[in-house]
């Protein structure tokens, strides 16, 4: 079975923390990993992809990925208000197959 | 530029009824997509197209169909709706397979 899991939370921060969002996901195999972000009501957005393993950073976002251990994780610096949102985890598990978590909500209390 | 664009938004249908969403981007991708979202269950991929001609079976096929008109479009057919089906659908696109998704606003579906 082709599952990727992700804590529902609610994730409560408050403003300026760190928040750290965690994903595993069932394919081995498995070579590309991608973070979304969606707004109630609204289409995911990407915010992140990463490939190897090790960190990769854009702006306050870091993305983690541990092949061996089978984990993506994301953390947010500086939280603000405004990343008050879903973060969807996708993996992609083969040729067309991408797979999606059912997400992490978070809320970042001023 | 638009990038992947929806119709409709919204659309109530009862039980039985045929529709087809339209999809379509600019972005010159070659790889799109059609995924359904409900609550608890994050997006399901439905069908998806690895390029103009080719279409293929994702998670959660059966009632559906597609057709990917040419390398901008990508439509979804509801052939005999069933409450089921109820749920927002999203249609995506990617450079290829592997990359990360432009999304639309997405349709929100509801069966009767």
């Known amino acids: 079975q082709k599952e990727v899991e992700q804590n529902s939370g609610p994730l409560s921060v408050p403003e300026g923390a760190i928040a750290s969002l965690n994903c595993t996901y069932s394919?081995?195999?498995?070579?590309?990993f991608f973070w979304y972000r969606q707004y109630s009501g609204k289409s995911p957005e990407l915010i992140m992809s990463?490939?190897?393993?090790g960190d990769k950073e854009d702006g306050r976002f870091t993305a983690q990925l541990n092949k061996a251990s089978q984990y993506v994780s994301l953390l947010i610096r500086d939280s603000q208000p405004s990343d008050s949102a879903t973060y969807l985890c996708?993996?992609?598990?083969?040729?067309?197959?991408?797979?999606f978590g059912a997400g992490t909500r978070l809320t970042v209390k001023p | 530029n638009a990038g992947v664009t929806q119709t409709p938004k919204f659309q109530v249908l009862k039980t039985g009824q045929s529709m087809t969403l339209q999809c379509a981007q600019d972005?010159?991708?070659?790889?799109m997509y059609w995924y359904r979202q409900d609550p608890g269950m994050g997006l399901r991929l439905i069908y998806y197209?690895?390029?103009?001609?080719?279409?293929d079976k994702g998670e959660v096929p059966n009632g559906y169909n597609v057709s990917r008109l040419n390398k901008r479009e990508f439509s979804l057919r509801l052939e005999s709706a069933a409450p089921s089906q109820t749920s927002v659908y999203f249609c995506?696109?990617?450079?290829?397979f592997g990359y990360g998704y432009t999304f639309g606003s997405g349709t929100r579906l509801t069966v009767v």
């Open positions: 995506a696109s990617s450079e290829n």
């Open positions: 394919d081995r195999g498995s070579q590309s």
């Open positions: 990463i490939y190897s393993n």
């Open positions: 996708a993996v992609n598990m083969g040729e067309g197959d991408m797979r």
């Open positions: 972005m010159n991708h070659n790889s």
């Open positions: 197209s690895a390029s103009e001609g080719t279409t």
